[in-house]
């Protein structure tokens, strides 16, 4: 093979980042979720080998993390609707996610009987009774968005579901790597919602449940009790 074309492959690879998954149906759901976004807001998918799981995306840089931003929440108030695509079918469901919670043997490993009762509650009010699905990130905390040069700021590593708007605050109110404290988390909550014109209350639930489900019998999410403390408070 001449040099140059191998140079070229170099340069390539070198202005790429490469994300290798094991479990075929997550690599499936990301790549999805990335071809339904197409560099919107989200990095770019490159290229895909289906029968490795692997996916080649386009590389962040400088790579910064959010919580570096002047204003992170302007930040996410300008990228989060760009990313919520109507007909979102094909993704795996909100609903379905919170059945797997209520049958799941995370929720019931959670020792404190207040959050995983008010959990409970709050999943079986909130899964039925949901608004408009579009395309959610599942996880978009704050260092799930880095600095990059197509533009300022891209959405990275998605973990789609199908569900109302109001979700998608729950793992931003969260995201400890922006404040952890309950004046900022309240605030996160509070402004999130006035400037994408969310319902609070249902925003609030759902942060309260999701932050929960995800905390099982670990104590490596401590922060987690936290938040969900805090908003239990704000009631």
Not at 38 to 49: C, H, I, T, W
Not at 162 to 186: D, N
């Amino acid at each position: 093979m001449a040099r140059p074309l191998l140079n070229s492959l170099r340069e390539w690879f070198e202005a790429s980042l490469s994300k290798l998954s094991r479990k075929s149906d997550t690599s499936a759901a990301i790549h999805y979720a990335l071809a339904r976004w197409d560099g919107d807001g989200a990095v770019r998918l490159l290229a895909r080998d289906d029968a490795r799981s692997a996916l080649l995306l386009e590389r962040c840089d400088p790579g910064d993390f959010l919580s570096t931003a002047s204003d992170p929440l302007a930040v996410l108030v300008e990228l989060v609707p760009r990313l919520w695509r109507p007909s979102a079918g094909g993704f795996r469901t909100l609903a379905d996610e919170v059945e797997h919670w209520l049958d799941g043997p995370d929720l019931a490993a959670v020792p404190d009987p207040r959050l995983r009762d008010a959990a409970t509650r709050l999943l079986r009010e909130l899964g039925p009774s949901q608004g408009e699905p579009v395309l959610l990130h599942q996880d978009l905390h704050g260092e799930n968005v880095l600095a990059a040069r197509r533009e300022p700021w891209l959405v990275i590593d998605p973990k789609p579901l199908a569900g109302e708007r109001e979700f998608q605050v729950a793992p931003i109110v969260r995201s400890g790597e922006l404040g952890h404290s309950k004046r900022q988390t309240v605030h996160r909550l509070d402004r999130l919602c006035a400037e994408l014109e969310l319902d609070r209350d249902r925003a609030r639930g759902w942060t309260i449940a999701q932050t929960v489900a995800w905390m099982g019998g670990s104590d490596v999410f401590s922060g987690h009790v936290d938040t969900a403390v805090w908003l239990l408070e704000d009631a």
